[in-house]
């Protein structure tokens, strides 16, 4: 099984990375993982909605490219869900036939309306709003949390 990480932007501290890192390492005992960070589209200081929306066409584009398997958008419209839920949605889209399950995480403008639309499941982590690169090491740590769940470690409890 292979989980597929597509991100808009690249991290900008240590600390994030380094926090990434460990949990990509921890999932290497369960799954392949790949990351793809995209680049963000500049927007001027004070984007208007039609400057947003091409934004956030330009970006899908390129996520569009990467994208594959089970796909679950981050987005806050999404299901909050939890991390049993999680553990059971990664299990269930592995035994319709998907070998490979895609996360992605928009820019802070969020994703356009078909990468939404080509999900299969909409994921939100929360009401409350973090930082997207925040949101990458949380989503990592659920992911291995999933996987812990499901082969009856420890870790979850």
């Not at 292979?2 to 999932?27: F, M, Q, S």
């Not at 569009?64 to 981050?74: D, E, F, H, S, T």
Request: aromatic share 8%.
């Amino acid at each position: 099984m292979t989980i597929n990480l597509i991100v808009i932007g690249r991290l900008k501290e240590d600390y994030l990375r380094n926090a990434c890192d460990e949990y990509i390492k921890r999932l290497s005992r369960y799954c392949s993982f790949e990351i793809h960070e995209l680049s963000e589209y500049r927007l001027s200081d004070n984007p208007s909605e039609k400057e947003i929306a091409n934004a956030l066409s330009k970006e899908a584009e390129n996520i569009r490219k990467y994208a594959r398997g089970y796909i679950i958008p981050m987005c806050i419209e999404g299901k909050q869900i939890s991390s049993p839920e999680l553990s059971g949605t990664i299990q269930n889209a592995v035994i319709s036939g998907n070998n490979t399950v895609t996360f992605i995480i928009g820019s802070s403008f969020g994703l356009a309306p078909e990468i939404k639309a080509m999900g299969d499941f909409k994921l939100s982590m929360s009401k409350m709003t973090f930082p997207h690169q925040l949101a990458r090491v949380m989503l990592l740590e659920q992911i291995y949390r999933a996987f812990q769940i499901s082969s009856g470690g420890k870790y979850h409890k």
